[in-house]
């Protein structure tokens, strides 16, 4: 059994409540736009990370981590990238993948809008985590935390961060 912690679209902002909310969690799974390596290794130094780059990391972020993720938790197959659409309207660089082979999670972020959403016709659970982050149009930051056994889906939880006034976000 494992508590897994999970956000997206932080691009650059550091908030200590990530720490706060995933203290109970065993990983951390960030599903792209991370927008630092600062921010990377200080959710690595914290717990395991897994993460993958999004549309708007570059450098060294795309050379630490790839644009797409698939790896087996606790008896489930997790696939995780950053745009990835939704149920019924998925991105076209990932619906063949979708298809062919579905995941038991399907993770993405990119549009800043938190879904939790069981496929039916594929027999997956998708989740876009929201934006962690203060950039975009979102008035309340969000995370996810959910805990995985036997190869199922537990407890799963949404977490509302209010926008912050400090500024901490890395250059």
């Known amino acids: 059994m494992k508590r897994i912690g999970v956000l997206s679209d932080t691009h650059s902002f550091w908030d200590d409540k990530y720490l ?3 203290e109970e ?3 951390v799974w960030h599903a792209g736009d991370i927008g630092s390596v600062e921010l990377a290794d200080r959710l690595a ?3 395991p990370l897994r993460a993958v780059c999004g549309n708007c ?3 060294d972020l795309l050379r630490m981590f790839p644009k797409q993720l698939r790896w087996s938790c606790e008896g489930a197959d997790v696939l995780m990238t950053h745009i990835g659409g ?3 309207r998925y991105d076209r660089s990932i619906v063949r993948q979708l298809v062919e082979r579905p995941p038991k999670l399907f993770i993405c972020g990119h549009s800043h809008i938190l879904k939790v959403q069981y496929d039916r016709s594929l027999g997956l ?10 950039q975009g149009w979102h008035r309340v930051r969000t995370l996810v935390r959910f805990t995985v056994a036997d190869g199922a889906f537990h407890d799963l939880e949404v977490i509302e961060i209010p926008r912050p006034t400090a500024d901490n976000v890395f250059p």
């Open 86 to 88: 939704y149920p019924g």
């Open 25 to 27: 969690c065993d990983e």
């Open 45 to 47: 130094a914290f717990r």
């Open 57 to 59: 990391d570059g450098g």
């Open 125 to 134: 659970l998708h989740i876009n985590p929201g934006a962690a982050g203060l």
């Open 20 to 22: 706060e909310y995933f």
